[in-house]
């Protein structure tokens, strides 16, 4: 059985940062692409990052130079550092990844960032 745990979000001020941690069971993070989204109230579900298995990351153009995503395949976990943080960025992310293997996708049930100003 595959699970995606989100970790990591939380309440910060405007100009802080936080560390979004996805931890994976069941499927290995480091042979598959993975992508962290991000919901805000009222919005579309937006993607945020992809690390993908071989290549450069990617970014969305409202995060790019403040956010990072990263592996541990050691501890089967992508990490999303996020910097410089503004209101805007409240929202719940997600973590997401498909398994060519099984050609099937998988969703964390997410985490709630909220940033204040």
């Known amino acids: 059985q595959v699970q995606l745990v989100e970790s990591g979000g939380g309440l910060v001020q405007a100009g802080g940062s936080l560390r979004l941690s996805c931890a994976a069971s069941g499927i290995i993070f480091s042979i598959n692409s993975v992508s962290w989204y991000r919901q805000a109230p009222g919005k579309q579900r937006d993607l945020v990052a992809t690390i993908p298995r071989t290549g450069s990351t990617n970014y969305a153009d409202s995060v790019k130079g403040r956010f990072t995503i990263s592996r541990d395949n050691t501890k089967n976990t992508v990490v999303l550092q996020m910097n410089s943080l503004r209101p805007e960025d409240t929202a719940v992310y997600y973590c997401?990844?498909?398994?060519?293997?099984?050609?099937?996708?998988?969703w964390g049930k997410g985490t709630l960032v909220t940033v204040s100003s």
């Open positions: 997401y990844t498909y398994s060519v293997a099984t050609r099937t996708a998988y």
